[in-house]
C-alpha cells in the first residue's frame, strides 16, 4: 500500500496500548478519537521494534518533549508492531523507557501500519514515520526515516507550531517569528 500523505485522512483505530508499568494499570485501549473529541492534535510516531538501540533514544526524547506537544493541545502516542506485553517488557527493563508518559500502542496485526504505507518489505516492521494529524482527523504531515535514522524531535515541534498558525511559515520559522500573511 502506497504511503498516506498530507490532506488525506488519517486511519480508524482501537488498539491495545501501554500506559503505565503500575501493576494492574498497564493496558488501556486507545481509539483514533483520543485527540479529535477533545479538539486536540495529534503526534504519532512509529519505530521498527523493540528492544533495539536507535527506538529508545527516540521513545526517549519524544517523551522528554510530551510537556510541549500538551502545551500545544497535542497528544503524542508512540507506536509499532509489537504486542503490548512486549512493549511492557521492553519498559520494565529498559530504565529510560519505565519513566515515559505517553502510549505506546500495539499494532499487532500491522492494519494501521500497513494503512499507513509505512512497513518494510519482508519482515514487514515500521520505517521511522511521524503524522502530525490536525483535530478534524486529516494528515497536515509526514516524515519518514530509513530504519538506521533517528528523528529530530525539535523539528516536529517546530513543524507543529507552524502548522497551528495556518499561516505561511518561511524556511527555519520558528514559534514567535514572523510568518509571511
Known amino acids: 500500500m502506497a504511503l498516506l500523505s498530507v490532506g488525506q485522512k488519517f486511519p480508524s483505530f482501537d488498539k491495545k496500548s501501554v500506559v503505565s508499568?503500575?501493576?494492574?494499570?498497564?493496558?488501556?485501549n486507545l481509539t483514533n478519537d483520543v485527540h479529535q473529541k477533545d479538539g486536540?492534535?495529534?503526534?504519532i510516531y512509529f519505530w521498527p521494534k523493540d528492544f533495539t538501540f536507535v527506538c529508545p533514544t527516540e521513545i526517549i526524547e519524544f517523551d522528554s518533549a510530551n510537556g510541549d506537544f500538551?502545551?500545544?493541545d497535542a497528544v503524542l502516542i508512540g507506536a509499532s508492531t509489537d504486542s503490548e506485553f512486549v512493549h511492557l517488557g521492553w519498559r520494565t527493563a529498559h530504565e529510560g523507557l519505565n519513566k515515559i508518559n505517553h502510549?505506546?500502542?500495539?499494532?499487532?496485526?500491522?492494519?494501521?501500519s500497513r494503512e499507513l504505507g509505512i512497513l518494510t518489505e519482508g519482515e514487514e516492521v515500521c520505517y521511522r514515520a511521524t503524522f502530525i494529524v490536525d483535530p478534524q482527523g486529516i494528515i497536515r504531515f509526514v516524515s519518514v526515516n530509513d530504519?538506521?535514522?533517528?528523528?529530530?524531535?525539535?523539528?516536529?515541534?517546530?513543524v507543529l507550531d507552524a502548522l497551528q498558525t495556518d499561516e505561511l511559515c518561511p524556511c527555519n520559522w520558528q514559534k514567535g517569528e514572523a510568518t509571511l500573511s
Do not use: C, Y
Open 21 to 28: 508499568v503500575e501493576k494492574g494499570k498497564e493496558f488501556q
Open 40 to 43: 486536540k492534535w495529534m503526534v
Open 70 to 72: 500538551k502545551d500545544r
Open 103 to 112: 502510549p505506546m500502542l500495539a499494532d499487532t496485526s500491522k492494519s494501521l
Open 147 to 158: 530504519l538506521s535514522v533517528g528523528r529530530n524531535v525539535k523539528e516536529v515541534i517546530r
